[in-house]
């Protein structure tokens, strides 16, 4: 009589992982997030433009717009939330909150240990790796300065990580999904860009991953036909 027991499924402890990790990051990312109201480093640039584009006012901006865009999106929702509405100031050419010009840093820093634990599994299959990474991530220093503030590189890294970990889930893919993810992988490798020119070290890592790998490819195959035709001299 065959056996009608059901095998448990696998635990989820991937996911809880991550999910916890995300929690440790975004916590890390938004404790006292207004604590310093006036602009810190290079908000002086970026939290004024962005409230520029908001204003509709001309300015000259040497980078790519898209990082500021983001930002001023982030402040004209802040606006709208219920959080520390009391603390304001006029810094940016208009009054705003701290948390208003923040937030969506805060909230996108803390996704970034997720992407990242995403290229480790990409790159190990291991899912113990990828928490590592993650959790390596989550507590590092420069990234979490970079969130806590109106800042772009945080915007810049994700989406260039972002490209990174499409591409690597384009070269597992099937055939038919592998077009899909290779645009998904091109659009974060564009964004990338759009934040800053030196985005595009993100794709020119990947062109250059391509290259070697492709280097290696054809130095095996001409060393298998070598040693090949090597036996079929020995045997003749």
Do not use: C
Not at 60 to 88: C, E, K, T
Not at 180 to 189: D, N, P, S, V, Y
């Amino acid at each position: 009589m065959p056996s009608t027991r059901k095998f448990p499924r696998r635990f989820p402890w991937l996911a809880i992982a991550m999910v916890a990790v995300f929690a440790f990051s975004a916590g890390l990312r938004f404790w006292q997030l207004s604590r310093f109201n006036t602009l810190v480093f290079d908000e002086v640039y970026y939290a004024k433009f962005a409230n520029n584009y908001l204003t509709q006012t001309q300015f000259f901006n040497a980078h790519p717009p898209l990082s500021q865009y983001i930002i001023a999106i982030a402040m004209w929702l802040g606006g709208h939330m219920p959080i520390d509405r009391d603390i304001v100031n006029g810094l940016t050419g208009s009054l705003h909150s701290p948390w208003s010009y923040r937030w969506l840093n805060a909230l996108t820093g803390s996704f970034v240990p997720l992407v990242v634990g995403g290229i480790a599994y990409q790159l190990s299959d291991r899912r113990s790796y990828a928490v590592i990474a993650a959790i390596f991530a989550a507590a590092d220093g420069l990234f979490l300065v970079e969130s806590r503030y109106a800042l772009n590189n945080i915007y810049l890294v994700i989406l260039g990580l972002l490209g990174h970990w499409f591409l690597l889930i384009a070269l597992k893919a099937p055939k038919k999904k592998r077009y899909l993810w290779l645009t998904l992988a091109g659009i974060g490798f564009g964004a990338s860009a759009a934040i800053k020119w030196n985005g595009l070290g993100f794709l020119l890592g990947a062109y250059l991953l391509w290259i070697v790998g492709w280097v290696v490819k054809r130095i095996r195959e001409q060393g298998v036909g070598s040693r090949e035709q090597r036996t079929g001299r020995d045997k003749g």
